[in-house]
């Protein structure tokens, strides 16, 4: 079975910064991508960041100011988020597409306020 552990959410305010980290464990296969997404209430999830083994993604809104990255040895990914803005407040879910199968991790929340 599959787990992701996340960590990292927690009250921030605008322009600050917040690390994001997510490790995956259980599965007998290799890990194909890992990223983050995030919904905000009333809203529907929302890419953020993807990160594969040759490739990065990022959703317009975050680029510039997010850094997805990945520990391969300890199938881990993180999220660095600078310049945070109020309209980043959401709970953000890890992703990753292990085998046949994505798996979700259970959502941090992160919010972004004074």
């Known amino acids: 079975q599959v787990q992701l552990v996340e960590s990292g959410g927690g009250l921030v305010q605008p322009g600050g910064s917040r690390r994001l980290s997510c490790a995956a464990s259980g599965s007998p296969f290799s890990i194909n991508a890992m990223g983050w997404y995030r919904q905000a209430p009333g809203k529907q999830r929302e890419m953020v960041a993807i990160?594969?083994?040759?490739?990065?993604h990022y959703a317009d809104s975050v680029k510039g100011r997010f850094t997805i990255s990945r520990d391969n040895t300890k199938n881990t990914v993180s999220l660095q988020m600078n310049s945070l803005k109020p309209e980043d407040s959401a709970v953000y879910y890890c992703?990753?597409?292990?085998?046949?199968?994505?798996?979700w991790g259970q959502g941090t929340q992160v919010t972004v306020s004074s």
């Open positions: 992703w990753v597409v292990t085998g046949p199968r994505e798996y």
């Open positions: 990160i594969t083994s040759d490739s990065t």
